[in-house]
């Protein structure tokens, strides 16, 4: 009898497609956290694990699963997961990549609009009933079109977000990276960071969380960027000092910020809630009915294709097959 583990309710397109072809399926939580102590208990005997960036899956969690075979993260990063113990157990690890990519990319660029815009700013005065009359500088915030864009980690979601921009507003593209993009449609130039961060009048991340990319933006970067300059970050929180980050946007050494991400997450900062200068989102990048549905569709058949003898097709340990 083979048992797969869900730490959380995911939609039910990767339930029913699991349910199919296993004895049982146990989701630990239909709510926002997966207690740990349960998890523990009930990958004892699990022979899979489809887990959430929000749990920690790390050496203890991997031990406890004698019988794991694969571990499948429901997202595209997979900084949760121990990949080191899981491979030397002989674990597969899983995500879910590309089909988040289109959805991502759009919300940033909606953050970037926004808060370029001031929107918030502009919803919660407008709801507040202050909205008396059209004014010529009532709200005004920075153009876009014909702008630069700077794109930091140039993968499959900051080529999408430079895409939007290139295409549908003619911003001139700069973007830093180690390797070089194939095949782009538009212009871009490779630059060395420094260079990107004075260029740039919009600068939006897309590294993962790894430990040359911790802080990458802090008190020093953001003395570089343009007063002017918008920052978007949907990729990991941490990529960027949040202390900095408020003390920037306090001291309009940084126009505004469009955040979905935070370093602490789920805590927020109070005084980065109050500025009026930043868009905060829920973590809520690849948060479409059909991205969602994908995600599980995709984290199960990666299961799936474990226990029918084949090699998943989003495995990130490669190693694992030697």
């Known amino acids: 009898m083979k048992k797969v583990v869900i ?14 072809y296993f004895d049982q399926v146990k989701i630990i939580s239909d709510g926002d956290f997966c207690n740990r102590k349960h998890l523990l208990n009930e990958i004892n005997n699990a022979d899979a694990l489809l887990c959430l960036l ?51 990319a759009d919300l940033a660029f909606c ?19 202050k909205f008396k009359s059209w004014g010529p500088r009532l709200l005004c915030g920075q153009d876009i079109y014909g702008k630069t864009l700077g794109i930091i980690g ?3 979601i900051g080529t999408a977000v430079a895409r939007r921009g290139a295409s549908g507003f003619n911003m001139n593209i700069l973007y830093y990276d180690t390797s070089v993009p ?14 990107l961060l004075t260029q740039s009048d ?30 978007i970050n949907t990729s990991r929180g ?10 920037a946007l306090q001291q309009k050494i940084l126009y505004a910020a469009g955040l979905d ?7 927020i900062p109070r005084t980065l809630k109050t500025l009026d200068n930043v868009i905060i989102t829920p973590h809520i990048g690849s948060a479409s009915i059909e991205t969602r549905d994908g995600m599980a569709e995709m984290a199960a058949r990666n299961i799936i294709d474990t226990f029918q003898g084949k090699v998943p097709e989003q495995l990130v340990n490669r190693d694992v097959l030697k």
């Open 202 to 231: 919009f600068i939006s991340l897309h590294v993962p969380l790894v430990d040359a990319t911790y802080h990458l933006i802090g008190e020093k970067e953001f003395s570089m960027m343009k007063p002017t300059a918008v920052l």
């Open 154 to 156: 140039m993968g499959r």
């Open 238 to 247: 941490p990529v960027v000092d949040e202390n900095a980050l408020v003390k």
């Open 7 to 20: 730490t959380r309710k995911i939609p039910d397109a990767g339930i029913n497609l699991l349910e199919e």
């Open 182 to 195: 194939e095949n782009l449609s538009f212009s871009a130039k490779k630059v060395e960071l420094n260079e």
């Open 111 to 129: 953050l970037l609009m926004a808060a370029a815009r001031r929107i918030g700013e502009a919803e919660r005065f407008t709801r507040a009933g």
């Open 261 to 267: 991400v935070y370093e602490n997450e789920p805590e």
């Open 54 to 104: 929000t749990e920690k899956i790390d050496k203890d969690v991997i031990d406890a699963g004698e019988n794991l075979k694969i571990i499948a993260n429901y997202a595209v990063g997979y900084n949760n997961i121990d990949l080191e113990h899981a491979t030397r157990k002989g674990i597969y690890v899983t995500n879910t990549p590309d089909i988040l990519t289109e959805t991502t």
